[in-house]
């Protein structure tokens, strides 16, 4: 007898939901959610019984018993800095998603919709490897300043997941391997996992790192400080440069990395091909940092996220970084399945849920 799981989601405008049976998709959805429907709610964990509503209507009109489920597995949101794993949600942990530990953000309703519709069913519900994953070394905290020391805040939910499948394919343990993880997607994050942690990676919320479609990456410090003082923006401004209005977008007006080859190989836009060439370049400098991170000891580098479908991206980082280590792409992510077998392995004993 498998085990069934309903996995929630939750993004800014809309709740994506899947039913699991194991690691099968029986059926997902996504649930839109217009500007005028949440409206009338100021702040973020006030939509938790709008959302819950149209989640347990929409398993009814697929006939689907929500008794016959083993777990409720959310996303997780803003909370505070925690390792990697599975967590059981908590008191303690349902009070910083409503709070908002470190922001406002829809994700923290996932770990809230999770407990809030498997606690009548008598069942567990947990989230997995939040984007506030921290496994840090100390060293890798240090940033120059005391005042701003780095932190830690990626695509820990996707890089764990593809770090673990290569793992189970080649049949040996996640932490006996020296990973690096490239995800790209709207944003790039690209860690160093050694002994199934995270020791170092850039903090891809702020658009620290590479460029990516929508975010600035790391910038000339001296003259975004001129920047800011200039006079001519205000702080949101600025804010929306390095993360919203940033990279691709900045540079060619679309956050379509598609398009942009399109406009590069196809239409012969000079700086579009400039500023592709410019994203892999930077994607494998930041991947040449993390094999120094691991002292050359590299067991494979790993591609990952929607950028990864594109076969010139993958060409132009193997070419700069192939001589580290293999290079194997899983494109795309799934966060639906990854959420899952977070909970499966806790169902399963093959890990313990963690306390936050």
Known sequence: MGYKLLIINPGSTSTKIGIFEDETLLFEETLRHSTEELAPYNLIVEQMDFRKKLILDFLKSKNFDIKELSAVVGRGGLLKPIPGGTYATSEALLHDLRIGFQG???????????????????IPSYIVDPVVVDELEPVA?????PELPRISIFHALNQKAVAKRYAKEKGVPYDSLNLIVAHMGGGVSVGAHRG????????TLDGDGPFSPERSGSLPTGGLVKMCFSGKYTQAEIAKKLNGKGGLTAYL???DMREVTKMAFEEGNQEAENVFHAFTYQVAKDIGAMAAVLCGKVD???LTGGIAYGEQVVKEIEERVGFI??????AGEDELLALAQ???RVLRGEEKALDY
């Open 342 to 344: 977070g909970g499966l």
């Open 104 to 122: 406002q953000h829809a994700s923290n309703l996932g770990g809230l919709l999770a407990r809030e519709i498997a606690e009548p069913l008598g």
């Open 253 to 255: 007006g679309t956050n």
């Open 141 to 145: 905290r240090y940033s120059g300043l």
């Open 325 to 330: 280590s293999g290079i194997t792409v899983y």
């Open 300 to 302: 494979q580098i790993i």
């Open 196 to 203: 199934g942690r995270v020791i170092d990676v850039n903090n």
